[in-house]
């Protein structure tokens, strides 16, 4: 006997005879000694590469796989979007795998809606239950008769999704609870492509971010987070310069050089102020401007009525501050002006997108390293459209709606009460939901068929963003599934294939795998055979196909000519008088827009400017708290006009007097025992405010009271924020 099986050997007697009094099986350690049917080794851990999907971003991870069970997830270094990095988010996705609360079986509800009260049915049940649903859909020739929500998708589960949404006669609806519609539209008018612009910060000389936490939440904070360490460090005579615009100093903001504390709603002026000093001082990229067929005199006097004296009032900052940012701007280039959520989502949000963007172009900082970017391929994905989610509330609501069916998506928690979501849901006769959780929209419906979790799935995601780099992810199945549940594309063609029909160009493969194994020979230009099979296999084992392009887009392709204007001034809901304060809504760097609170080890993380645990805070200014007579820790309760809620507060002295702020995450009805009941949900305050004009969403527009209520909060931190500052000394 050699020291290895000594060692097993004696192991196991050991932990046999600790657990001898226990109800647990000893026989449960068989399997350390005789090797799984799975072909693991004890002992012998194996890594497989996937994508991450706790956010949109598309980060590459390795997962490693011991005894038949994945128990760590790490970054992929071979991936272009991450590098081998990850955040909490991704680390945190292997407790969903083995989440107590998962939904194991099928599920077809017996109590009245949203009570939870649901028995198992079979899996030939359960489709057959639906596929009769649909049927009926696809007969009557009603076009919204069937509602199919789920988030933005790409690539071959897209094409699955419109094909099985035209089949029977229904309508897909895309959405993001954080939408970057109006970051896309604002896109066109300025460079002439309806995408995400992607951004070298990490060859940029200076980095000005309007309310962009892009090392936090924004986009592909993983992605951006390395950049802007080689940014500051990775040049041995530069190091990049970055400041920050926006009513609350984020983590980002923390890692800036300097902080503006601009006025809510105020960015896009700011930004108009900044160009005006650069046309002023005659800063700009003259040659660069004939290119992108902008004329200096026309600019100017967009400009003529905010002199940099109006700009400074309107924005509550100084015209020293704002002439310096201006000119650093100007001079050290590459640099680069990022627009974030704080801007996007005010009712004058695309106005405030373009006038940042308005930098970038003045500077000739469009299609260059250190500069604004895009793919230089059509990404083929869905984009999230507020005004066409309205539009089926206003169906649901109108009764036209007969079967609405959900995937990925929570909208019940995700959109204001006000928006009537849920009432209109309620009156649409038969919905499924194909969710891993009981969330609150899935507690609404008739039947749930569970899909797999991510570390069980096959599937790809083609991020919005990568710059010059092609690049396609492959998510594989490190592990066999753990409940009797069904990869979702799966599900869709097993009901295609129920009614009779086909999926064109998707049938034909038999399952999902293998369409996107066609799918992958395709972006490699591989043509079947041996040689394929060895390209598959190292697709899989790189998690992806990256590959360089050697043509990236420099030129703007706009169909007519870019005029600027001035923001229009932003409108917020509730009187100043009544609701004196500016409420700002933003993702927590923890749970995101909540999609990730039923994890306990995200729930367990201390919140980075904060320390906050296990539920939601609403930050003060000390000056304003001392006005109010409220002290950290106290109970309060905050009023709009569209609602209340009692929350805890935080005394944060980075935040302006007129500003008060909540994080996103918290406030879930259900989702889990680690995130039912927990914390408030900050949307429950808003109105469902928008641009008229775009109807895009305006999280950032509403005003609100508030009245203490005890000095018995509940607040939870791993710290105390007072820490390393008084708070008195700090008034903004």
Same mark, same amino acid.
């Given at each position: 006997?050699?020291?290895?099986?000594?060692?097993?050997?004696?192991?196991?007697?050991?932990?046999?005879?600790?657990?001898?009094?226990?109800?647990?099986?000893?026989?449960?350690?068989?399997?350390?000694?005789?090797?799984?049917?799975?072909?693991?080794?004890?002992?012998?851990?194996?890594?497989?590469?996937?994508?991450?999907?706790?956010?949109?971003?598309?980060?590459?991870?390795?997962?490693?796989?011991?005894?038949?069970?994945?128990?760590?997830?790490?970054?992929?270094?071979?991936?272009?979007?991450?590098?081998?990095?990850?955040?909490?988010?991704?680390?945190?996705?292997?407790?969903?795998?083995?989440?107590?609360?998962?939904?194991?079986?099928?599920?077809?509800?017996?109590?009245?809606?949203?009570?939870?009260?649901?028995?198992?049915?079979?899996?030939?049940?359960?489709?057959?239950?639906?596929?009769?649903?649909?049927?009926?859909?696809?007969?009557?020739?009603?076009?919204?008769?069937?509602?199919?929500?789920?988030?933005?998708?790409?690539?071959?589960?897209?094409?699955?999704?419109?094909?099985?949404?035209?089949?029977?006669?229904?309508?897909?609806?895309?959405?993001?609870?954080?939408?970057?519609?109006?970051?896309?539209?604002?896109?066109?008018?300025?460079?002439?492509?309806?995408?995400?612009?992607?951004?070298?910060?990490?060859?940029?000389?200076?980095?000005?971010?309007?309310?962009?936490?892009?090392?936090?939440?924004?986009?592909?904070?993983?992605?951006?987070?390395?950049?802007?360490?080689?940014?500051?460090?990775?040049r041995p005579t530069v190091r990049g310069l970055f400041t920050y615009a926006g009513p609350r100093m984020s983590m980002t903001a923390a890692s800036a050089d300097s902080w503006?504390?601009?006025?809510?709603?105020?960015?896009?002026?700011?930004?108009?102020?900044?160009?005006?000093?650069?046309?002023?001082?005659?800063?700009?990229?003259?040659?660069?401007?004939?290119?992108?067929?902008?004329?200096?005199?026309?600019?100017?006097?967009?400009?003529?009525?905010?002199?940099?004296?109006?700009?400074?009032?309107?924005?509550?900052?100084?015209?020293?501050?704002?002439?310096?940012?201006?000119?650093?701007?100007?001079?050290?280039?590459?640099?680069?002006?990022?627009?974030?959520?704080?801007?996007?989502?005010?009712?004058?949000?695309?106005?405030?997108?373009?006038?940042?963007?308005?930098?970038?172009?003045?500077?000739?900082?469009?299609?260059?390293?250190?500069?604004?970017?895009?793919?230089?391929?059509?990404?083929?994905?869905?984009?999230?459209?507020?005004?066409?989610?309205?539009?089926?509330?206003?169906?649901?609501?109108?009764?036209?709606?007969?079967?609405?069916?959900?995937?990925?998506?929570?909208?019940?928690?995700?959109?204001?009460?006000?928006?009537?979501?849920?009432?209109?849901?309620?009156?649409?006769?038969?919905?499924?939901?194909?969710?891993?959780?009981?969330?609150?929209?899935?507690?609404?419906?008739?039947?749930?068929?569970?899909?797999?979790?991510?570390?069980?799935?096959?599937? $790809?995601?083609?991020?919005?963003?990568?710059?010059?780099?092609?690049?396609?992810?492959?998510?594989?199945?490190?592990?066999?599934?753990?409940?009797?549940?069904?990869?979702?594309?799966?599900?869709?063609?097993?009901?295609?294939?129920?009614?009779?029909?086909?999926?064109?160009?998707?049938?034909?493969?038999?399952?999902?795998?293998?369409?996107?194994?066609?799918?992958?020979?395709?972006?490699?230009?591989?043509?079947?055979?041996?040689?394929?099979?060895?390209?598959?296999?190292?697709?899989?084992?790189?998690?992806?196909?990256?590959?360089?392009?050697?043509?990236?887009?420099?030129?703007?392709?706009?169909?007519?000519?870019?005029?600027?204007?001035?923001?229009?001034?932003?409108?917020?809901?509730?009187?100043?008088?009544?609701?004196?304060?500016?409420?700002?809504?933003?993702?927590?760097?923890?749970?995101?827009?909540?999609?990730?609170?039923?994890?306990?080890?995200?729930? $367990?993380?201390?919140?980075?400017?904060?320390?906050?645990?296990?539920?939601?805070?609403?930050?003060?200014?000390?000056?304003?708290?001392?006005?109010?007579?409220?002290?950290?820790?106290?109970?309060?309760?905050?009023?709009?006009?569209?609602?209340?809620?009692?929350?805890?507060?935080?005394?944060?002295?980075?935040?302006?007097?007129e500003v008060m702020a909540m994080p996103l995450g918290q406030g879930h009805r259900n989702f889990g025992r680690y995130a039912a009941g927990r914390g408030v949900n900050p949307?429950?305050?808003?109105?469902?405010?928008?641009?008229?004009?775009?109807?895009?969403?305006?999280?950032?527009?509403?005003?609100?009271?508030?009245?203490?209520?005890?000095?018995?909060?509940?607040?939870?931190?791993?710290?105390?924020?007072?820490?390393?500052?008084?708070?008195?000394?700090?008034?903004?």
């Amino acid at each position: 006997m050699n020291r290895r099986e000594f060692l097993q050997l004696t192991g196991a007697a050991a932990a046999g005879g600790a657990l001898s009094s226990c109800t647990i099986n000893p026989e449960k350690l068989i399997p350390l000694l005789v090797p799984p049917e799975d072909g693991s080794i004890p002992g012998v851990a194996d890594y497989y590469a996937s994508i991450c999907r706790q956010c949109p971003a598309g980060c590459g991870i390795i997962v490693r796989v011991s005894e038949g069970r994945a128990n760590k997830i790490e970054g992929n270094p071979l991936h272009p979007v991450n590098k081998g990095k990850l955040c909490a988010r991704g680390q945190a996705a292997l407790q969903a795998l083995y989440h107590p609360d998962r939904i194991r079986q099928p599920l077809k509800r017996t109590g009245v809606r949203g009570s939870g009260e649901f028995s198992p049915v079979s899996w030939e049940e359960g489709l057959s239950l639906l596929a009769e649903k649909l049927k009926g859909m696809k007969t009557a020739g009603a076009r919204k008769g069937m509602i199919f929500f789920t988030p933005e998708l790409q690539g071959t589960i897209l094409q699955l999704v419109k094909a099985f949404t035209e089949h029977f006669n229904g309508m897909h609806v895309p959405y993001e609870s954080l939408s970057l519609e109006s970051h896309r539209k604002a896109s066109v008018d300025v460079y002439g492509r309806y995408e995400l612009p992607d951004y070298d910060i990490g060859s940029a000389q200076y980095i000005i971010s309007f309310g962009a936490d892009f090392l936090e939440t924004f986009v592909s904070p993983v992605r951006y987070g390395d950049a802007y360490g080689r940014m500051r460090r990775a040049r041995p005579t530069v190091r990049g310069l970055f400041t920050y615009a926006g009513p609350r100093m984020s983590m980002t903001a923390a890692s800036a050089d300097s902080w503006l504390p601009v006025k809510t709603g105020k960015e896009g002026i700011l930004a108009a102020g900044m160009a005006g000093v650069i046309l002023d001082e005659e800063l700009y990229d003259g040659p660069a401007l004939n290119i992108y067929g902008l004329n200096v005199s026309e600019l100017k006097a967009a400009m003529a009525d905010y002199p940099l004296k109006r700009v400074a009032e309107e924005t509550g900052l100084t015209e020293r501050d704002i002439f310096s940012a201006s000119r650093d701007f100007a001079r050290l280039r590459p640099s680069i002006a990022i627009a974030g959520d704080t801007v996007a989502h005010q009712t004058n949000g695309i106005d405030s997108i373009k006038a940042v963007h308005l930098l970038n172009l003045l500077t000739g900082n469009f299609g260059k390293q250190g500069g604004v970017r895009f793919s230089p391929k059509d990404l083929k994905q869905t984009a999230s459209s507020y005004s066409k989610l309205l539009d089926t509330i206003d169906d649901m609501s109108g009764g036209s709606v007969r079967v609405a069916l959900f995937h990925g998506v929570d909208p019940v928690y995700a959109l204001p009460k006000t928006s009537g979501f849920e009432k209109a849901l309620g009156k649409v006769p038969f919905i499924a939901s194909f969710s891993s959780f009981q969330c609150d929209t899935t507690r609404q419906a008739d039947l749930i068929l569970p899909d797999h979790t991510d570390l069980e799935s096959w599937g $790809e995601v083609i991020p919005s963003i990568g710059g010059d780099i092609g690049v396609v992810g492959t998510v594989q199945p490190v592990v066999r599934p753990v409940h009797n549940t069904l990869a979702f594309p799966d599900a869709l063609l097993s009901l295609v294939k129920t009614e009779g029909g086909k999926v064109p160009g998707i049938s034909a493969y038999g399952d999902y795998p293998a369409v996107l194994k066609e799918h992958i020979r395709q972006a490699s230009g591989h043509k079947p055979g041996a040689d394929f099979e060895r390209v598959w296999t190292k697709t899989l084992q790189r998690g992806g196909i990256f590959k360089e392009d050697s043509k990236p887009v420099k030129s703007i392709n706009r169909s007519g000519k870019f005029i600027f204007t001035v923001p229009r001034k932003a409108v917020f809901s509730g009187d100043e008088k009544q609701f004196p304060f500016h409420l700002h809504i933003y993702p927590s760097a923890i749970m995101f827009d909540g999609r990730s609170a039923h994890l306990p080890w995200l729930q $367990e993380t201390p919140d980075p400017m904060t320390t906050a645990v296990w539920g939601t805070w609403l930050e003060i200014n000390p000056k304003t708290a001392g006005s109010l007579g409220i002290t950290h820790g106290d109970l309060v309760e905050v009023e709009s006009p569209a609602g209340s809620i009692r929350v805890p507060v935080v005394i944060y002295p980075a935040i302006r007097s007129e500003v008060m702020a909540m994080p996103l995450g918290q406030g879930h009805r259900n989702f889990g025992r680690y995130a039912a009941g927990r914390g408030v949900n900050p949307l429950d305050l808003l109105e469902t405010v928008v641009d008229k004009e775009n109807r895009l969403p305006a999280l950032g527009a509403t005003r609100v009271r508030i009245k203490r209520i005890s000095k018995k909060g509940g607040l939870i931190t791993a710290g105390h924020p007072d820490g390393s500052y008084r708070g008195e000394l700090l008034e903004i």
